[in-house]
C-alpha cells in the first residue's frame, strides 16, 4: 500500500488552523519537515495535521488519500 512508503517521525502543530509541520520520511529516507500544502511525494500534498497524525492528498482541499500516524508512545 501507498501508505508503507511513509512515516510521520513529528508533529508540530501552529495555534492556527492552517500552519504547522509534519516531519516525514518517505521510502526509509531521513525525515524532512513539510508544511501544511507542500508536496511530500509526486501527487501527495500535506492536506492537515492534528494531535500525532497528518493527512496526504492530490490536493489540500480534495480527499484524504493516506492517513499517517505517529508510533504509540512506550
Given amino acids: 500500500p501507498v501508505s508503507s512508503r511513509f512515516a510521520l ?16 520520511a518517505v521510502d526509509g529516507k531521513p525525515a524532512k519537515p513539510y508544511r501544511v500544502g507542500a ?3 509526486a501527487g501527495l500534498v500535506l492536506q492537515s495535521l ?6 496526504l492528498g492530490a ?9 499517517l500516524e505517529m508510533p504509540p508512545k512506550g
Avoid: E, F, M, N
Wanted: without cysteine; proline residues 6%.
Fill in 39 to 41: 508536496t511530500v511525494d
Fill in 50 to 55: 492534528g494531535p500525532r497524525q497528518a493527512a
Fill in 9 to 24: 517521525v513529528g508533529v508540530l502543530a501552529g495555534q492556527q488552523g492552517g500552519s504547522g509541520a509534519a516531519l516525514i
Fill in 59 to 67: 490536493t489540500v482541499d480534495g480527499p484524504t488519500t493516506v492517513r
